[in-house]
Structure formats: structure tokens, C-alpha cells
């Protein structure tokens, strides 16, 4: 396939995709979506989640292919950076279809910086004539996030000016900033664009991230920075820098061993073994991926944590397969609720299998193949 004819077709695939999206548009927002999209994901559900299905089937189609081209040499870095831009120029214009935490992020903000209430005290619904209060999914909850990303979001905040849809739109810019910032990290890490393009096209990095606006991306871009600044041997700024990562969401604590074993060889002289470094920081990170049930559940954007490692890790393509298992079945993990509207029942046995199989069912397929 030519490049131009995969780039128009990518496009208008990721235009359907963006299309769709708005057909989940609550009722309660003061913005409303056509009506026939709102017909079609909330009334014809069973269409709904075949079209979901098929969109993350074929965005995953998309991903293999480029992947592939990389591998050949047939794509360069730059052809990944067009993917990733094309992605970007669409996606920001999606609706967060599958998960609130935007609206959420949106309400911390507001109480912090509107009503200047502590957020870790005040939740939302204690503030009077809230109008979100309608929609909102979490308004029973103080932050749930560090004080690193309630400032952050004072900026998204403030660009909203007190509209809804431009605050969306607003904490999106963020969140996709940061997804940039940190691709071009890996790269810069790496110079590697099959790296590159191991995260950013990644479908679930892309449905978590530019379509339903998830702050992990800030995060991990933050604890990779502190990495990367050790590398450069300055030794007090990324100590700064991983506690900001640390106070952004909490799950990068779980890389405070590794950094201090690798600050521990820097200061001793030693030269850090940086493939061995990127693997015990995926581990650490999918340490807390698997132990996130203890609090609430898996939630598919945390795989963001131990991905962003993986795709610097060239030698270990078992734990590339199993990632990319991770990857394709949590997304699926919603398809019972479009179709039931419901996560009781038979929806959370659904969850775990479409979690577990895919990842292990690669891990075979790798150990067979590895074996012939």
C-alpha cells in the first residue's frame, strides 16, 4: 500500500471514529449531539458495540501495518511523526466517549480554582448550584490526583473561561501536549522509530489518550524526564523531577527503587546498564498495574504505565507481545457495558477474561514460534 493511500484512509477512518464518539454525549451536558448518533449508541446497542468493535479492531489493523512498514525500513521516523499528527488533528477533536474522568478533572479544577475550596476536603457536591453536578459521575469524591496536577489543570481551567465543551477541549490540549512531549522522549531516548511508534500509535495509548483525555501520559512523561536527566548525570533535577511525577497521580513511586539503584551506580562510577534500567522500571510499573484491583480495578489506560517502558526495551520482544495482548483486550473490556448498559451481571467475568486471554494467549503463540 502506497504511504498517501494509507494516510487518506487512515484519516477517514479516525474522522468515522471521531463521528461516533459524540453519539455518547450525556443527556444532562448543556451541549446536545445530532440526534441520530445519540439514537445509535444509546438505543441501537447492539450496532453501537459492533462499531466499537470494529473500530478497535481495525485501529489495531492500522497499528500492525505501521509497525511492520518500520520494521521493513519502508517508514523513517518522519512518516511515524505524520501518523502521530494525523492522529492528534482528529482525535482532539473527539468527544471523551467511554470515560468521564475529564469531567472530573474539570470539577476538581473548579473547586479549586473557582470556588477556592480545598479539593482534598471539599467534593463537589457539597458546592451549591454546581451546574455539572447533573452529569458528573464522581461528585462524591475529593481529588483523587497529586497537587502537581491540580496545579496543571489551573491553566486548562482559566482557557475554558466557565464553558464546558471549551474545557474539554482545553484539558485535552493538556493531556496531548504531554503525549507529545513524552514521544518525543522515547525518541530522543532511543532514536529508535519503531520505539516511537511502539507508544504513540499504540490504540490504546490513542483511545486513552487523545479521545478520552486520561492524565497518565503527564505522569509518565515526568518520571521518564527523571530518567533522562540522570542519564545526563544532573543528579538533583531529577530527583525533582520524579517526585513531580510521583505527586502527579502516585503509580511512579512504584520506580523509586530502580531510580535509586541507578542513581546508586552513577554516583559509584558505574555505568548503568540503561536496556536492564527500562526493564525493571516495566516490571515496577506492571507491579502496580496488577496490584490496581486492591483500590478499584484495571482500568485500561493504566497500561500506559509499564508501555511507556516496554517501547524502549529492544531485546525483550516476549514482554513486546504481551503488551501488545494488554493492549488489545482491555479495550474490549467496555463492549459488555455498551451492549448491557450494565457492570453487573455477566459484564465483570467478561472483563477479566477479555484482560487476561489475549496477553496470554500471545505469550504462547511467542514461546511456539520462539521454539520451531
Not at 210 to 220: E, K, R, T, Y
Not at 267 to 273: A, H, P
Not at 275 to 281: E, L, T
Request: net charge positive; hydrophobic share 60%; with cysteine.
Amino acid at each position: 500500500m502506497k504511504k498517501r493511500i494509507f494516510f487518506v484512509l487512515y484519516s477517514i477512518f479516525l474522522i468515522l471514529g471521531a463521528i461516533f464518539s459524540w453519539g455518547f454525549v450525556d443527556s444532562n451536558m448543556p451541549f446536545r449531539a445530532p440526534m441520530w448518533l445519540s439514537v445509535l449508541a444509546y438505543h441501537q446497542r447492539t450496532l453501537a458495540t459492533i462499531i466499537y468493535g470494529v473500530f478497535v479492531l481495525m485501529l489495531f489493523g492500522f497499528y500492525v501495518y505501521s509497525l511492520r512498514q518500520v520494521q521493513k525500513k519502508l517508514w523513517g521516523i518522519r512518516d511515524v511523526w505524520k501518523a502521530v499528527g494525523i492522529t492528534i488533528a482528529i482525535l482532539f477533536f473527539s468527544y471523551p466517549a467511554f470515560s468521564f474522568d475529564v469531567f472530573n478533572y474539570i470539577a476538581t479544577a473548579k473547586v479549586a480554582f473557582l470556588y477556592r475550596e480545598n479539593p482534598y476536603l471539599v467534593m463537589p457536591i457539597e458546592i451549591p448550584n454546581e451546574p455539572m453536578l447533573v452529569f458528573l459521575h464522581a461528585s462524591n469524591k475529593v481529588a483523587l490526583y497529586g497537587p502537581v496536577w491540580i496545579l496543571l489543570t489551573s491553566l486548562p481551567h482559566y482557557l475554558g473561561f466557565g464553558d464546558i465543551l471549551l474545557s474539554v477541549f482545553a484539558f485535552k490540549a493538556l493531556v496531548i501536549a504531554f503525549y507529545i512531549l513524552l514521544a518525543r522522549l522515547i525518541w530522543k531516548i532511543s532514536n529508535n522509530a519503531f520505539a516511537v511508534a511502539f507508544f504513540a500509535l499504540n490504540p490504546l495509548v490513542i483511545m486513552e489518550t487523545l479521545l478520552g483525555g486520561h492524565n497518565d501520559v503527564v505522569m509518565m512523561y515526568l518520571a521518564l524526564l527523571a530518567f533522562f536527566l540522570l542519564q545526563k548525570k544532573k543528579l538533583v533535577l531529577s530527583l525533582i523531577v520524579l517526585g513531580l511525577s510521583i505527586l502527579i497521580k502516585g503509580a511512579t513511586v512504584m520506580l523509586v527503587p530502580v531510580f535509586v539503584w541507578a542513581i546508586g551506580n552513577t554516583l559509584k562510577g558505574k555505568k548503568n546498564n540503561w536496556n536492564i534500567i527500562w526493564f525493571w522500571c516495566a516490571v515496577s510499573m506492571y507491579t502496580i498495574f496488577f496490584l490496581s484491583p486492591i483500590r478499584e480495578e484495571i482500568y485500561a489506560w493504566y497500561l500506559i504505565w509499564p508501555l511507556t517502558f516496554v517501547a524502549l526495551i529492544p531485546g525483550s520482544p516476549l514482554l513486546r507481545y504481551i503488551t501488545f495482548g494488554f493492549s488489545f483486550g482491555l479495550l474490549f473490556r467496555i463492549v459488555p457495558f455498551l451492549y448491557t448498559r450494565q457492570w453487573i451481571g455477566i459484564t465483570p467475568m467478561i472483563k477479566k477474561l477479555v484482560t487476561f486471554i489475549p496477553p496470554a494467549l500471545l505469550a504462547i503463540y511467542y514461546e511456539i514460534r520462539k521454539n520451531i
